[in-house]
């Protein structure tokens, strides 16, 4: 809206009407907008290229340490077996008898499905710590309970164990089938662990058998990228790989299995050979894991990796005989000898010589008993 004044000279002068004072002006929203635009991107930048010794590795900690808790608590929030036995418990007292049975009913069912899962945790305990036995790891279990950290972009999960069970940074993290990770964030009870197939993840591996070493890398969704040293390294589709290990066992202590070649690269006469191995593990449906807080006293080279199941036998080829037909009804095989007579009845005798010997006289009390 526009008023007008009137000025020493009677001229009729239009004024803008003024902004109220708690609006503010929408140039300096937008250059405030900008601004925290752009010091994200520095801090995405400056912690990426940090690696390790970022500088914003103390937030990172700060934040692990103060949703660690509600992490905790949501997924202990969740568990639908404290529901399943109150709602048992109250549906006699406060419903008749068929709402009671309802109740009893879909409880039962809850717990069932919460008696799966448990089963299923139980396997994989189970199955991890025989690869952990086999491995002489001394691990602490622990369970993922958040996919992807909050604090940043990477294939990350979150575990249920920090360092007040004992968990340090650059701890091996494996499950039942193979490598998971490694620990790179701890809190007082959670702790961050980046997984294997991240593009930031790298683990020097050792071929079976044959001792090829070369480095694996993280590709996300695809299979991870694993440079041998010798280009001229005697790799074929199905061969395994274990990790070698690191210094003073971290991060990675050796003889975990790391995943099995699906596709190998021709090397062109190159210095390294590249080649391609499925996982082990599955990234996407990670439960129970094992923290290696004790390291085994000596390699345990492949002892950890499964008994691979024996090929199937290729089946022995049948033995064919030639046979060739005579003019006179015998059948002859490829040695010259007689096995048979196409004009022979079922029941008769093979030799033609026993039908020409047979008794006059007796075929002809068979033909009058006929």
Do not use: C
Request: proline share 7%.
């Amino acid at each position: 809206m526009t008023g007008t004044n009137i000025s020493h000279t009677g001229t009729n002068i239009p004024t803008r009407k003024a902004r109220p004072p708690h609006v503010r002006d929408t140039r300096e929203s937008r250059l405030l907008l900008v601004l925290l635009i752009a010091i994200a991107f520095a801090l995405i930048t400056v912690d990426i290229r940090g690696g390790e010794e970022s500088p914003v590795d103390g937030a990172r900690q700060a934040a692990a340490t103060v949703f660690g808790p509600v992490e905790n608590g949501v997924a202990a929030a969740v568990d639908p077996v404290g529901n399943a036995i109150g709602a048992v418990r109250d549906s006699g007292d406060r419903h008749d008898r068929i709402a009671a049975l309802e109740h009893e009913n879909a409880a039962l069912k809850t717990k069932l499905g919460s008696d799966d899962r448990n089963t299923s945790k139980v396997r994989q305990l189970d199955t991890m710590l025989k690869s952990a036995g086999a491995g002489q790891y001394g691990i602490k279990a622990a369970q993922v309970i958040a996919i992807g950290a909050a604090q940043g972009f990477s294939w990350t999960v979150t575990i249920d164990a920090g360092a007040r069970d004992g968990l340090q940074r650059d701890m091996t993290v494996l499950n039942g089938e193979g490598l998971v990770g490694r620990v790179t964030t701890v809190g007082p009870n959670t702790a961050t662990v980046l997984l294997a197939n991240d593009p930031d993840f790298t683990v020097g591996t050792r071929l079976e058998k044959t001792d090829e070493l070369g480095f694996a890398k993280g590709q996300g969704a695809r299979p991870l990228s694993v440079q041998f040293l010798n280009g001229k390294a005697d790799v074929k589709k199905g061969d395994r790989l274990v990790t070698f290990g690191s210094s003073k066992d971290k991060p990675f202590v050796p003889g975990v299995p790391v995943g099995e070649v699906v596709r190998v690269d021709p090397s062109g006469g190159d210095l390294t050979r590249t080649v391609y191995v499925r996982p082990f593990v599955g990234f996407t449906k990670l439960d129970i894991v094992g923290i290696v807080v004790q390291a085994p006293r000596e390699n345990p080279r492949d002892m950890v990796l499964p008994v691979q199941p024996k090929k199937p036998e290729k089946p022995k080829p049948t033995p064919t005989v030639t046979v060739t037909a005579q003019p006179n009804g015998d059948l002859v095989d490829s040695d010259g000898k007689v096995v048979g007579n196409i004009n022979e009845k079922p029941g008769s005798s093979a030799s033609p010589s026993a039908s020409g010997d047979a008794d006059p006289a007796a075929g002809d009390a068979a033909n009058e008993q006929e």
